[in-house]
């Protein structure tokens, strides 16, 4: 009887050891803001994604998870005020640090905000529901926006670039390039803009109204033209990888 109640209770406590680092991990770093429409926001990691969604609250929370064997050594810098979320990771620069930070940011869906910059640099980007003027980027790693309002820029040096645009909202030009990557952006069918697409190894595809055009000598594929009265610059390309251009 001793021994099978020293057993369940070294079980218990094994138990709840499990439960309470997985609880740890999910509270790496949690925070509420409340900033005013129009405000910006900024997420910069080194090596982990960051994820930006649309939810029906009307705060922004951002959650970070460390993980790798030196998660301690990696901190995560918050600079934020009053009208600005601003986030990046900051790694010793005294050793070697195995460690990476992912940030998981919900934003009011329907508010518009100034997204600086959502960034990292080995890992994916994702953006689902937000509203405004936006860019991301990820130097190896895909990025992936999805029913989002605004202006929009993205790149990756090696990854894909997925875009879709539900409407488009303010002014300003819209870039979107990969190194080694494919290019995709689906936007509204009354888009209003000056187009340019190239791909020097790839195919192109566009259902827009616009010129296409293929290398007489030597490879490479681009299309140029105006649908509307041109009142945004829209420019898709990539250097190895396929681009398209399609309406929703």
């Not at 508010?111 to 890992?123: A, W």
């Not at 990854?159 to 303010?170: A, E, K, M, S, T």
């Not at 190239?198 to 195919?203: F, L, R």
Request: charged letters at 20%; hydrophobic letters at 35%; a neutral charge.
């Amino acid at each position: 009887m001793v021994r099978r109640n020293s057993l369940a209770f070294t079980l218990a406590a094994l138990l709840a050891g499990v439960v309470a680092a997985g609880v740890a991990s999910a509270q790496d770093y949690q925070r509420t803001y409340t900033i005013p429409a129009g405000g910006s926001i900024r997420v910069i990691s080194v090596s982990g994604d960051v994820k930006v969604i649309g939810y029906s609250g009307t705060s922004i929370t951002v959650s970070g998870f460390k993980e790798g064997p030196d998660r301690d050594c990696v901190q995560i810098e918050d600079t934020s005020d009053s009208n600005h979320v601003d986030l990046r990771v900051h790694y010793p620069q005294s050793r070697n640090c195995n460690a990476s930070v992912s940030f998981e940011v919900r934003v009011p869906q329907g508010i518009e905000y100034n997204y600086d910059r959502l960034s990292s640099v080995s890992g994916g980007v994702v953006v689902d529901g937000a509203t405004g003027r936006l860019r991301a980027d990820s130097v190896s790693g895909d990025v992936a926006i999805r029913n989002v309002i605004g202006i929009v820029s993205a790149s990756a040096v090696s990854g894909n670039v997925d875009v879709q645009i539900n409407n488009l909202q303010g002014s300003g030009d819209m870039k979107f390039w990969s190194v080694s990557g494919n290019v995709s952006v689906k936007a509204p069918a009354n888009l209003d803009a000056d187009i340019e697409m190239s791909s020097i190894s790839g195919s192109l595809k566009t259902n827009f109204q616009i010129d296409v055009q293929e290398q007489r000598y030597g490879p490479g594929r681009s299309a140029r033209g105006r649908v509307g009265s041109g009142m945004h610059s829209l420019r898709i390309t990539t250097v190895s990888g396929r681009v398209s251009l399609v309406h929703n």
